[in-house]
């Protein structure tokens, strides 16, 4: 083997100028066999779960960095032998080593590279990804070891007496769980091997059920061995097994901030210290805005789309930005400007399994009502599937954080950073309200609306809040001021 024969596959950047990603799960171990796009590893960046597919055909000599590890851009993480290499696996380990190898394969297959879509996972019709090798008998450990052992210290594969072995019937290629990467995230965990858990979800796919039912079924013998315990009088013994250890004897659990937690915290310090915050409140009588949606929800014109109040809300913020453009800005620090953006790339914050997103709707100032549900429904399925891309993370102009969802009345948000104002939607609730000169129980809820004072002064942003809460007590003005 020679040097020229390795190539070496760097950490590549998958989100548009990140610098780190985290190593979750490798799907393949040293003497695997990987073809063009078969997918190595999944990884973890500040914005994104995505699988990495290997460019070439070859040979996995070395994995440079173990799971859990935290790897720079532009670093190694795997050495491959190419075609044209000295020593093919087979001729490095006695074939109790690869008891699955089938080195005539791959040219059985189309030479043409199976496209990968990273981030979404792989067609399951592909039948061309290697199994991750499941635990090698003692003689196929050791044989490993001599392999790696070699590679390590970049020698010639030491001559092994071939011992006549019976050939066995190769066992059936089991293909890799489907699952999906919040799911995968849920096992990494849990520390569940998702080889071992039983699929109910459609087409085979495992879901976050089936990984708490296999952590229970794998913690029910525990919770029934018997415990040591010091001898007591056999009048006293219990009739039954010792309880489990209880949260007293973890007192505290660390949890290593990484990925999307560690961009989120650092984005809102960065935030919170950079821009100064300003939050203004108002109350407002929704109830017609309620009945709003519930006719849309009826309207042909709406059919199968997501129709809600944060549509309607989503709505009048375009409305009142439109009204006030100097609102949708940016502060250039470097230039000493204020960049007033002619777009609005509308975020959305949500929360998922891999923590808190915002995703934004690109150009949200020129789509229709019904494009805009669309939009909408798209963004939040998505996010909670963990397929969110990091493209549509980036480039956002205002963001709207619904926090009524979890029966919270209101907040004060702060800035996604590099946009000059945040929409906070508090709980839609009946109250007693005057109306028309009578107290009756309308539909009350509490915007909050913090901006950047150092472009957004306070006539401004009082205008834009005003604005959103009048168009969402009348909701006939979408159609004036629209």
């Known amino acids: 083997m020679t040097n020229a024969s390795v190539r070496e596959f760097k950490m590549p950047d998958v989100g548009e100028g990140l610098t780190e990603a985290e190593i979750l799960k490798w799907y393949v171990q040293p003497g695997d066999t990987v073809t063009d796009g078969q997918v190595v590893c999944e990884v973890e960046t500040a914005k994104a779960a995505v699988e990495l597919p290997i460019p070439y055909d070859g040979v996995v000599r070395a994995l440079h960095f173990p799971e859990g590890t935290t790897v720079d851009v532009g ?10 290499g000295a020593a093919p696996a087979q001729e490095e380990a006695p074939a109790a080593a690869v008891p699955a190898a089938e080195p005539e394969k791959p040219a059985e297959q189309p030479a043409a590279r ?24 003692p003689v196929a450990r050791q044989a490993a070891s001599a392999v790696q052992a070699e590679l390590n210290g970049h020698g010639a594969a030491p001559a092994a007496p071939a011992a006549p072995v019976a050939p066995a019937a190769p066992a059936a290629p089991a293909q890799r769980p489907l699952a999906k990467p919040p799911v995968r995230k849920l096992a990494k965990d849990l520390g569940v091997d998702l080889a071992t858990v039983t699929p109910s979800g459609p087409d085979g796919v495992i879901t976050r059920e089936d990984v708490h039912a296999a952590v229970a079924a794998a913690q029910a013998p525990q919770q029934t061995a018997p415990v040591a315990q010091p001898a007591v009088p056999a009048a006293s013994a219990p009739d039954r097994p010792a309880a489990p250890a209880s949260y007293d004897t973890a007192r505290e659990t660390r949890i ?35 009945k709003l949606v519930e006719e849309l929800k009826q309207d042909q014109e709406f059919a199968g789309l997501r129709v809600n109040p944060l549509l309607l809300i989503a709505k009048a913020l375009l409305v009142a930005i439109r009204r006030n453009p100097d609102i949708n800005a940016s502060w250039d620090e470097a230039a ?21 997103i915002v995703p934004n709707i690109k150009d949200a100032h020129a789509k229709t009502l019904p494009e805009l549900a669309a939009s909408l429904g798209e963004l939040v399925s998505t996010a909670r599937e963990g ?22 009345d209101t907040g004060t948000p ?3 950073p590099g946009e000059s104002a945040i929409l906070a939607v508090g709980a839609i609730k009946p109250q007693p309200w005057v109306h028309k000169g009578k107290v009756k129980p309308r539909q009350v809820t509490t915007l909050a609306l913090s901006f950047d004072h150092r472009l957004v ?4 942003g009082s205008k834009v ?16 001021w629209a």
């Open 414 to 416: 702060i800035l996604n």
């Open 336 to 356: 000493q400007e204020i960049v007033v953006k002619h777009y609005v790339n509308l975020g959305i914050a949500a929360a998922t399994p891999r923590g808190l």
């Open 457 to 460: 002064d306070g006539e401004l």
């Open 387 to 408: 397929r969110t891309s990091p493209s549509a993370m980036q480039g956002g102009t205002v963001t709207i954080t619904n926090v009524g969802v979890f029966g919270v």
């Open 465 to 480: 809040l005003a604005d959103v809460a009048a168009v969402l007590e009348q909701p006939k003005r979408l159609i004036t």
């Open 75 to 84: 670093t190694s993480i795997i050495a491959v032998e190419v075609a044209g």
């Open 256 to 290: 290593p901030v990484k990925g999307v937690r560690k961009a989120t915290a650092a984005a809102m310090v960065g935030s919170a210290f950079t821009a100064p915050h300003v939050t203004e409140f108002v109350t407002v009588d929704v109830t017609r805005t309620m």
């Open 114 to 137: 199976q496209p990968v879509l990273v981030g979404y996972g792989v067609a399951t019709s592909s039948t061309r990804r290697r199994p991750r090798k499941q635990a090698q008998d």
